[in-house]
């Protein structure tokens, strides 16, 4: 079973990939602040299939998890700050290589990010799928990695 540095350098890869593929085709422009922003949530999305076992991987993951609470609590984006920490809480109510190991997990976790914006602020769906698909693709090579297709 890989651990977090290999799951870390798939996502890298896997959004690397997907990023070059959207590019190629003429569905995205690359801009340097968005691209950091999708490959960090690509790793965290390669990270958070293994965050309910004790791992290095999930002490990064929660590290990331704080820094953005605690980001999001100074520009008093509360609302923000309780939707990250519910949603932060779920892995810890099942058993290691549970349903964070299976494919619907993969496209459910993330949805919140296409959802909340959308019914809180009013964003539109294209302006948020880039991120959905980052994660996405980073849970995806983490379950590619662990052999689970």
Not at 86 to 102: D, E, F, K
């Amino acid at each position: 079973m890989p651990g977090y540095r290999v799951h870390i350098s798939g996502a890298i890869v896997a959004g690397l990939l997907v990023l070059l593929l959207l590019v190629n085709i003429g569905m995205y422009i690359i801009d340097p602040q968005q691209v950091a922003i999708l490959i960090v949530l690509c790793v965290l999305g390669a990270l958070f299939p293994d965050i309910d076992t004790d791992s290095k991987g999930k002490r990064i993951f929660y590290s990331g998890m704080l820094i953005l609470s605690l980001a999001l609590i100074y520009f008093e984006e509360f609302r923000w700050a309780a939707y990250l920490g519910v949603l932060a809480i779920l892995p810890g109510v099942s058993a290691h290589r549970g349903w964070t190991h299976t494919w619907w997990a993969m496209l459910l976790v993330p949805m919140p990010m296409l959802v909340l914006p959308y019914y809180v602020y009013g964003q539109q769906f294209p302006t948020l799928l880039p991120y959905y698909v980052a994660f996405v693709t980073g849970y995806f090579s983490h379950l590619l990695l662990d052999k689970e297709f």
